[in-house]
C-alpha cells in the first residue's frame, strides 16, 4: 500500500524551530518531485518547497526561502523540512506530496496540488506570536 505519512507539527512560539518528516512506504522517492505544501484557513493549498529526488536540486518559495530547508534521507525513505525562524503567517497543516517521473516546475502553482498523487494525512503547525 502506498502510503504517506506526516509527523512533526506542533505549537511553537514565533521565532522557534520545528522539523517535520515524511516517510514513504510501498514505493521509494526515487525519480520523484516530492513537495510540502500547506494550508492555512480560508485560503488555497499552496506549494512552499519542493526537491527534485533525481538529482536533488531544491525549492523554495521566497516566503520560506532562508528560513526553510527541504532535505532527504534515502535510507529511511524519508523526507524533512526543516522550519526556522517561524512566523504567525507559517501556521498552517502542513502537507507532503509526491509525484513520481516528474520535476519540481511549477511545484508553487495554483493548480500544482492537482497534479500530485501521493499525498500525507497533514500536520498541524501552528506559531504563537
Known amino acids: 500500500e502506498v502510503q504517506l505519512v506526516e509527523s512533526g507539527g506542533g505549537l511553537v512560539q514565533a521565532g522557534g524551530s520545528l522539523r517535520l518528516s515524511c516517510a514513504a512506504s510501498?514505493?521509494?522517492?526515487?525519480?520523484?518531485?516530492v513537495t510540502w505544501f500547506r494550508q492555512a484557513p480560508g485560503k488555497e493549498r499552496e506549494g512552499v518547497s519542493c526537491?527534485?529526488?533525481?538529482?536533488?536540486?531544491?525549492y523554495y518559495v521566497d516566503s520560506v526561502k532562508g528560513r526553510f530547508t527541504i532535505t532527504s534521507n534515502n535510507a529511511k525513505n524519508t523526507v524533512y523540512l526543516e522550519m526556522k525562524s517561524l512566523k504567525s503567517e507559517d501556521t498552517a497543516v502542513y502537507y507532503c506530496?509526491?509525484?513520481?517521473?516528474?520535476?519540481?516546475?511549477?511545484?508553487?502553482?495554483?493548480?500544482?496540488?492537482?497534479?500530485?498523487?501521493?499525498w500525507g494525512q497533514g500536520t498541524q503547525v501552528t506559531v504563537s506570536s
Open positions: 506530496a509526491a509525484l513520481a517521473n516528474a520535476y519540481c516546475s511549477g511545484y508553487a502553482s495554483s493548480a500544482a496540488a492537482l497534479w500530485y498523487k501521493y
Open positions: 510501498g514505493f521509494t522517492f526515487d525519480d520523484h518531485a
Open positions: 526537491m527534485d529526488t533525481s538529482d536533488g536540486s531544491t
